[in-house]
Structure formats: structure tokens, C-alpha cells
């Protein structure tokens, strides 16, 4: 792997829009940076970037070393250990059980699961066990559980609990949403016109449409992008919740 002019251009941009260091973590990962170097004890962004200038820092230009150094050194403060109340003994014991399977889809297995503290039924997914030893797939798990979970929008389903299974396998919470795919409400809305014509029906797509624009906005504000959006992938409610 060598930097290119664009992408130190690139890097250059997220330091000085003072990024998330999920950003710049996102932003080498996707240029084919390998993570599997980087120091475990620590944060995955903070250590990622830390051997990504051991490794690189001789191809950058003097003044983007710099800056990523003291952009570094922000993000070791901003991660330093929480200081845990000795009075406070958490359990272990996981309160979800799971009652019934919905989909696989990319390194993930999503569950339909019941949370027995708060009384509700939520989504559990968890890394396929085709992946579990593989610690690259674990930590874009487990990232994008922690991307997803600091994203906090009405229109982007909010992540609940991120935890490990026995097999010290990753898996994480989010709200159920029961109803349909912006796909099925499309094709149901263009099947009803063909019979009878409404306006009010196609102006309900349009509402649906303007409101992933306002999550997809708001990611983009947080210096992330979404890369599988498509109609099928949009969750519409029961009671009008767009996610």
C-alpha cells in the first residue's frame, strides 16, 4: 500500500474539520489499511492511526505528520479509561432471549429477541459464526455497532447494547420497527393506482423519500455515508416511523 497525493489531500480535510476518529479510522480502512497490527489494549481508532503513522508517516508530507500527531494526542485524552464506581457490580448475565430468526445479510445474523430487564422485543444481531475467528470481521462489527449507536436521528434506528456472547463472539441491540420495506410500500402504492388514483398515496412516497434524505443528511454531517441504501434496506412502520 503507498498514499497518494488525494488521499493525504483527503486526510488533510478530516484533521483540519476535526472529524470523528471513526471518520479517519473509516477513511483508511476503506483505502485497504490492514488493522490487524494495531495495538489491542487500546482504543481500535486510536491504534489503528497510531500504526498507520509507524508505518506511513516517512511517505507523508511534514506538515499533515504534524497534524495528525497532535490530532492523536487529542483523541488518546478523549478515550482515557472511565474511572468505574466500586460500589456498582454490573451483571453479566444477558437479559435477551431469543425468539425467532429473521434474516442474514453480509458478516451478520439478525435474531427477533425478547429483552427480559425492560420488557420489549428487540432485533439481536450477531457475527455469523462462519467469521468468528476472524478478527477482521470482528472489528468491523463491532464498528459498525459503534458507528450506528452514536448516530441519534428520528429517522435512523437507535442502537441499544453492544455485548459478547459465550464464544466471546460480538453482537449488539437495536429497536424493532414492525412493518414493512419502503420497497413493498412502493410496489403496494404503484399496484393501487393502477385501480384507483390518488394523489395522497404517491405524496405519502414523497414524505417517506424526504425522510431518509433528512438521515442521510445527518449522517453525512457526521463525515459518514450509508453504502448499501436502497429501498429495501428502509424500515416503515406500523405507525409511520421511517428508518
Known amino acids: 500500500m503507498s498514499i497518494?497525493?488525494?488521499?493525504?489531500?483527503?486526510?488533510?480535510?478530516?484533521?483540519?474539520?476535526?472529524?470523528?476518529l471513526d471518520a479517519v479510522e473509516a477513511a483508511l480502512q476503506d483505502w485497504g489499511y490492514d488493522s490487524s497490527s494495531a495495538d489491542e489494549s487500546t482504543p481500535t481508532g486510536v491504534s489503528l492511526l497510531q500504526s498507520?503513522?509507524?508505518?506511513?508517516?516517512?511517505?507523508?508530507?511534514?506538515?499533515?505528520?504534524?497534524?495528525?500527531?497532535?490530532?492523536?494526542?487529542?483523541?488518546?485524552?478523549?478515550?482515557?479509561?472511565?474511572?468505574?464506581n466500586p460500589e456498582l457490580t454490573p451483571s453479566n448475565e444477558d437479559p435477551h432471549n431469543i425468539t425467532s430468526f429473521l434474516a442474514d445479510g453480509g458478516i451478520g445474523r439478525v435474531w427477533l429477541a425478547q429483552d427480559n430487564q425492560v420488557q420489549r422485543e428487540v432485533v439481536l444481531k450477531q457475527l455469523l459464526p462462519a467469521h468468528k475467528e476472524s478478527h477482521g470481521a470482528r472489528d468491523r462489527f463491532v464498528h459498525e455497532a459503534q458507528l450506528t449507536g452514536r448516530l441519534q436521528h428520528p429517522n435512523i434506528i437507535p442502537v441499544y447494547s453492544m455485548n459478547w456472547d459465550n464464544d466471546?463472539?460480538?453482537f449488539y441491540t437495536m429497536k424493532y420497527i414492525r412493518g414493512d420495506t419502503l420497497a413493498e410500500r412502493i410496489a403496494q402504492t404503484h399496484s393501487n393506482l393502477a385501480d384507483q388514483p390518488c394523489i395522497a398515496d404517491l405524496a405519502l412516497l414523497i414524505d417517506y423519500f424526504i425522510a431518509v434524505c433528512q438521515a442521510?443528511?445527518?449522517?453525512h454531517e457526521q463525515s459518514l455515508i450509508h453504502r448499501d441504501l436502497k429501498p429495501e434496506n428502509i424500515a416503515i412502520g406500523e405507525f409511520g416511523e421511517v428508518t
Open 216 to 219: 442521510i443528511a445527518y449522517a
Open 168 to 170: 466471546e463472539s460480538p
Open 4 to 20: 497518494t497525493a488525494d488521499q493525504q489531500k483527503r486526510l488533510s480535510q478530516l484533521i483540519a474539520n476535526d472529524a470523528s
Open 52 to 84: 498507520f503513522l509507524q508505518a506511513y508517516g516517512s511517505e507523508l508530507a511534514p506538515p499533515l505528520v504534524q497534524d495528525l500527531n497532535a490530532y492523536l494526542g487529542n483523541q488518546i485524552r478523549n478515550h482515557a479509561p472511565v474511572v468505574l
